[in-house]
């Protein structure tokens, strides 16, 4: 539902025209985000609803969750966002929450080591209340400690030793790869053996755009197809690493999403027909 933020702002789309609006274009199912509910009780109910009404599973819940907090409470309050999550996706009856790390900013007083901590220790509680509920969890690549494909494999595998079980997973972001220096498709490369999800996006270097990596680079999100990450390879890897998970599009173009996910969308099958 991300790739619709521009039209959600601006007031033109909800949960239920999006689903709507998913099933219009083609799309096999949706990913659902905790940022678009407002009313939890009836938005829920309403999603769920729609869903059935056109034919689509909800394949992924995703959360916004930041373990990098110096206070026990913002951290415990980042484990109930994921538990909320995990929730979620079994009323959805899915298997899948994607989870973020958290990140170090120049205005905090705790050090990257610090938050490396806290960040394990969240997720292996996180994962272990998912496993309990059957429910994986799939760690996007963002930000400066859980960005490079090395980093969210070492958290991954810190978390697995000290829970025992493989809950946690990895969300390898295409586009996101940019912003830390390491090309796309070596990202996913370096975590297919992890994934349980994929977020299919396209960037472009551009002076004026709206990513900002690092040493100050800058990136816009285009159209997928029309950016410079090499998705045919990305997905290539995921193939020879028997994912069998979703792949889902992330639109983060500057223009019209109503214009942009339908091209995204046409071109992403085109790239999956490509490896199936």
């Known amino acids: 539902m991300y790739s619709y933020v521009a039209a959600v702002k601006a007031g033109q789309m909800d949960i239920r025209s999006f689903i709507h609006e998913a099933a219009r274009i083609g799309a096999e199912g949706v990913e659902l985000l905790d940022f678009f509910y407002t009313d939890w009780d009836s938005e829920r109910k309403i999603a769920r609803a729609a869903l059935q009404e056109v034919g689509l ?15 026990a409470e913002a951290r415990e309050h980042a484990l109930n966002i994921i538990k909320r999550g995990v929730d979620e996706a079994e009323f959805y009856e899915t298997n899948t929450v994607r989870v973020f790390a958290g990140d170090v900013y120049s205005d905090s007083t705790f050090t990257q080591e610090q938050a490396f901590e806290w960040i394990i220790e969240g997720l292996a509680q996180a994962s272990d ?27 991954i595998g810190k978390v697995r030793a000290k829970t025992g079980h493989d809950a946690l997973g990895a969300n390898p972001d ?8 390491q090309p796309g498709h070596e990202g996913v490369a370096e975590v297919a053996a992890n994934a349980y999800m994929v ?9 004026e755009g709206h990513y900002e990596g690092k ?17 045919a ?18 639109y983060e173009g500057e223009a ?5 996910v339908p ?14």
């Open 57 to 71: 599973p909800c394949a992924v819940f995703s959360v916004a969750n930041n373990f990098a907090k110096e206070t």
């Open 129 to 155: 209340y998912a496993h309990t509920k059957g429910i994986r969890l799939a760690l996007e690549n963002h930000g400066k400690l859980a960005g490079l494909g090395s980093q969210i494999n070492d958290i």
């Open 174 to 181: 295409t586009g996101n790869f940019l912003l830390v220096d």
């Open 199 to 207: 977020h299919f996006k396209d960037f472009a270097p551009d002076p």
């Open 215 to 231: 040493g100050g680079k800058r990136f816009a999100g285009t159209v997928i197809g029309e950016g410079t990450v090499d998705l």
């Open 233 to 250: 390879s990305a997905l290539a890897s995921l193939k020879a690493a028997g994912f069998e998970g979703w792949v889902n599009l992330e």
């Open 256 to 260: 019209d999403p109503m214009v942009g």
């Open 263 to 276: 091209n995204s969308l046409d071109n992403s099958f085109r790239f999956l027909n490509a490896v199936r």
